[in-house]
């Protein structure tokens, strides 16, 4: 599985990164969206002189397995920071690949970088149903089925009786898979076996739900969308309200968790985070110069009254 095609990346010493729009100076906007059309549409969308870039997964073919989220999320701080020496960073990451770039952001803190930007897409917290009590698992997984039901009635009820067997099935194949090679990756891995091909979707999806994310010292953003079993759930923040130490803030946009990054939804969550984006320096020492006058101001109106 590849977040772009591996043959579009910049061949210019970068690993697992490629330009989708390099025009203007504002500090750069590093995405991690899976699936065509990657960050395209996000960036079509965002101002002409907003730089963004993307990164892809690293090629299975061969490998005996996935990178570890830590290892494969420091080779990406790597790339980023041959584009960008030092900060502040601006990271978004759309649904599982929005681990690496919750990792990737805490690495560059932890380097003593500032990340002004984190943005979650309908990303969920991976330890999510784990951290549940069994009440709350046992009111996660009745929700999840009514949810389902409902769901597939509606799609009865409109017609579309072979979508919906066509969707039950693949889910249900897709959870099998993965179950399966849970169950054998093991054996592969010891005796030495690359990842087969029509597992490596799997393998990637294995490898991302393992990982337990550290704390996260600094607020970042939950984009959502308007989802009715979601808006149910008792924890809003998918999970992540464990590891954010200064809390997180949801956004919600148009579109459903398979739309909401391609057009015309991504329009809406082009225009929640584009004021959220760190200005071009120049205007950010305007800003700054406007903020020192107004202050001025104040504290000669507050120290000598007319």
Known sequence: MSITPEDTAISDGYAYLRPVQTSGVRPPLFCFFPGLPGARDLADCLPKDQPVYQFFYPNLDGALKFPAVEELASAY?????????????????????????????????????????????????????????????????????????????????????????????????????????????????????????????????????????????????????????????????????????????????HGDHGTMKDKPHVQSLADKIAPLLADAPQKLKKKADLDVACVDRLMTAFFFPH
């Open 77 to 253: 701080v790597q790339d980023i920071r041959k584009i960008q020496v030092h900060g502040p960073y601006q990271l978004c990451g759309y649904s599982k690949a929005g681990l690496l770039a919750y990792e990737a952001a805490r690495q560059l803190l932890t380097q003593g970088e500032t990340v002004s930007f984190l943005a979650l897409c309908e990303t969920w917290h991976p330890r999510y149903a784990q951290n549940l009590t069994l009440r709350e698992s046992a009111q996660f997984k009745f929700l999840f089925a009514v949810d389902r039901i409902e769901k597939y009635c509606r799609n009865l009820m409109l017609g579309e009786f072979g979508n919906t067997a066509a969707r039950a099935r693949e889910a249900v194949a897709k959870r099998a898979k993965l179950i399966g090679w849970r169950a054998t990756r093991f054996l592969f891995q010891s005796a030495n076996r690359a990842v087969p091909k029509s597992m490596q979707t799997i393998e990637s999806t294995a490898v991302l739900k393992g990982y337990v994310p550290k704390p996260y010292p600094n607020r970042f953003l939950l984009a959502r969308t308007v989802d009715r079993f979601e808006m149910r759930l008792r924890d809003q923040t998918f999970g992540w309200h464990i590891c954010a130490a200064e809390g997180v803030d949801i956004l919600f946009v």
